[in-house]
């Protein structure tokens, strides 16, 4: 077997193996590698902090343990910014575990101590409403006709940032982190066109292709780019965390991948042109 | 008159006319009606999960009675954590805000979803090589792409390079939005037509097998 035919199978074992250093090295070691903050975070930032303090911000988890990983860390950032800016955010869930990923965003936040945030006053969350789409038009339209409860089974009258929150007309930014492609169209539909909130939307990086025309016509503000996006938040807020550390690790694993897949055509082409 | 047929086509003819006279109008009667309507949604695609609880056990539990299946264990556990979920909580009378539902939450399924998630990225990094491969022209033209996107994606290249990052931002732009865009009003077009016609009746393929 030449040295070509072997460059073109390398096992994957190999492959893996190399991907799993690749991943340890910077993780064990954060390296700081530089970073390029990106016009769809800097839209993001920029849209959230053009708002007044004391506006109403909905921001929908819509997220589980799947997309925590890329989007968890953006939304902590997120969150900095907003209760930074004395934003008063309604948290809701159109994903089945969205509930579960509120302590652990609220963990990593820390509104009370760390901004002097009060529950109930700054900041709710309604937990997870089933139905998507019709959940989304359900809260824009009538909120307090759908939802009566908070996450922790109170009713929703006995907290003071309910009390001028009846739907789209007292949002003034709807934001959303979502693994759903379906979650983060509907949000366009229901929160742009059918009530021209101003609108900014978080996903997973491969899901970006999808949303990014929605970008280019001005209906969303901002695009969080997963992972890459997540970092250019902590860069741009100045809560460097898991994302900015994850950036390291993008670095050379996507470099890694591109060697792979150099190495591949180069052999593959020796071997085609009889190259031993 | 075939009364599970017609039925079903006068709540969702009449669901749907609702629908759209509270997008293009203003009446406050429609619109109170609509809000009804999304509520009932709501509640009825909740009550969808525990209808999808009880078919996992009806499925399942067939699988562990019979043990045809090599991988009836696997039934028997998911069963098993479904029960222990509920149990701890409906036991705690917080549901997913109690302290012991999230402790076991925490503990089991974040680590499990958050690895099938990652583990994605041996397979990517696997795929890639194995696949992009500039075998024909076309195949040519998808491996520059996708070595530009991926360079472009990588924060230390357009960080030491910005021109990775205009490039990546023009692929985006014209190409992926452009051709995106043809999709979306496609897409946009076809949801119009099947909806006017399952107003109207002709669609019925949400009824069900017959």
């Not at chain 2, 609880?53 to 069963?79: C, P, Q, Y």
Request: charged share 15%; aromatic share 12%.
């Amino acid at each position: 077997m030449s040295i070509w035919e072997k460059l073109t199978s390398i096992p994957r074992e190999v492959i893996m193996g190399l991907v799993v250093i690749a991943i340890l090295i910077p993780a064990l070691n954060p390296l700081g590698l530089p970073l390029m903050v990106g016009s769809m975070s800097e839209n993001w930032y920029d849209t959230v902090d053009s708002l007044p303090a004391g506006s109403i911000v909905l921001f929908d988890i819509g997220y589980g343990s799947g997309g925590y990983p890329s989007l968890g860390p953006g939304n902590i950032a997120a969150f900095h910014q907003m209760f930074a800016k004395n934003l008063r955010i309604v948290m809701m869930a159109t994903a089945l575990e969205g509930s579960m990923m509120y302590p652990l965003i609220m963990a990593g936040v820390k509104p009370e101590s760390n901004y002097g945030a009060v529950y109930g006053e700054d900041y709710i969350f309604l937990g997870y409403i089933a139905g998507g789409q019709t959940a989304m038009a359900g809260v824009l339209g009538d909120l307090k006709s759908l939802v009566s409860s908070d996450y922790n089974g109170n009713p929703i009258s006995g907290y003071s940032i309910m009390d001028n929150v009846g739907g789209a007309d007292d949002i003034d930014l709807v934001a959303y982190m979502t693994t759903s492609g379906d979650t983060a169209e509907g949000w366009v539909y229901q929160a742009y066109s059918q009530y021209n909130r101003a609108l900014l939307g978080g996903c997973l990086s491969m899901m970006t292709t999808s949303i990014k025309p929605y970008y280019d016509s001005g209906q969303l503000l901002g695009i969080m780019d997963g992972i890459k996006g997540a970092a250019d938040l902590e860069f741009l807020t100045g809560h460097p965390g898991d994302a900015i550390v994850s950036s390291d690790i993008l670095s050379f694993t996507q470099t890694l991948v591109l060697i792979f897949i150099l190495v591949g055509n180069v052999a593959f082409w020796m071997q085609k042109g009889g190259g031993k | 008159m075939d009364y599970r047929r017609d039925i079903p086509l006068a709540i969702t003819f009449i669901v749907g006319v609702i629908a759209v006279l509270d997008y293009y109008t203003t009446f406050e009667s429609v619109t109170n009606t609509f809000t009804v309507i999304k509520n009932w949604g709501v509640v009825l695609q909740a009550f969808a999960l525990g209808l999808g609880a009880v078919n996992l056990f009806r499925i399942h539990g067939k699988r562990i009675s019979e043990r045809t299946r090599d991988d009836w264990m696997f039934s028997g556990w998911l069963l098993l954590m479904l029960v222990l979920f509920v149990v701890v909580g409906l036991g705690t009378g917080q549901y997913d805000a109690s302290t012991s539902y999230q402790w076991i939450y925490n503990s089991l399924f974040l680590p499990l979803g958050a690895t099938m998630y990652s583990s994605l990225a041996f397979y990517m990094a696997y795929g890639s090589y194995k696949v992009l491969r500039a075998r024909n022209f076309e195949a040519a033209l998808l491996f520059i792409t996708a070595v530009l996107v991926i360079i472009g994606n990588t924060p230390i290249f357009p960080a030491t390079f910005p021109v990775f990052f205009h490039i990546r931002e023009w692929i985006f732009g014209p190409i992926v939005s452009g051709a995106y865009r043809g999709i979306r009003i496609g897409v946009g077009i076809g949801a119009v037509v099947l909806g006017i016609r399952t107003l109207v009746g002709l669609e019925t393929g949400y009824l069900g097998r017959r």
